[in-house]
């Protein structure tokens, strides 16, 4: 008897380790326990990442008319951010503010004919996003606050998000009037949202 149900324990073992529907199953379970926030509301910020990131692309490439495109599309998944889960309080009313500047920006960033206004609007932004998602506590992601010194006038500062390290620059750019794309790794990270870590 006590062989039969180690045989059965083991065949269920290899089963669940050789099954990829199983595995991906266990995994979703443990990443939405880990998480603090839901699963709708991760994978809505994630979603807005992802337009962002493509939004910072087209900055780099000098591509004015997809960047207010991206703005748009972005403007409108900050809409659907599902806010109304996160706890009554300070942080939640924080974070509803910060969502509204980030709109406005948005809404500043469409509205703009020249690229290094859209830039600017870019910057605070980022800004914004940056307090946001430390505000609400992001934790399904590192993600590095980055800083450019001379992005306007080659003396001001500005900011961008990103997941990597590494630097690609959105103010600099690929196609500089003066700098060409010598200056698309000119930058630092500035700082972390890094919550992955204190679950």
Not at 54 to 61: G, I, P, R, S
Not at 82 to 91: M, Q, T, V
Not at 120 to 128: M, Q, R, T, V
């Amino acid at each position: 008897m006590r062989k039969l149900f180690i045989f059965l324990l083991s065949s269920n073992f290899f089963i669940a380790c050789n099954n990829p529907d199983s595995n991906k199953a266990v995994a979703d379970n443990a990443a939405t326990k880990q998480s603090k926030h839901s699963a709708g509301f991760n994978q809505s910020i994630q979603s807005a990442m992802d337009s962002y990131y493509n939004l910072t692309e087209a900055f780099v490439n000098w591509d004015s008319v997809k960047a207010s495109s991206l703005a748009t599309t972005l403007n409108a998944k900050l809409d659907s951010l599902p806010l109304d889960e996160l706890k009554n309080g300070a942080s939640a009313a924080k974070a509803d503010s910060l969502i509204g500047n980030a709109k406005k920006d948005l809404t500043a960033m469409i509205a703009a004919t020249g690229i290094t206004t859209k830039r600017h609007a870019l910057n605070a932004f980022s800004d914004h996003f940056f307090e946001f998602l430390n505000a609400v506590q992001y934790d399904r992601q590192k993600l590095y606050l980055q800083e450019c010194p001379m992005a306007f006038n080659d003396t001001e500062p500005g900011h961008w998000l990103s997941a990597q390290d590494s630097i690609r620059n959105p103010y600099m750019g690929l196609h500089h009037p003066y700098y060409k794309s010598g200056m698309i790794e000119c930058g630092e990270n500035k700082a972390v949202v890094n919550f992955t870590e204190t679950k």
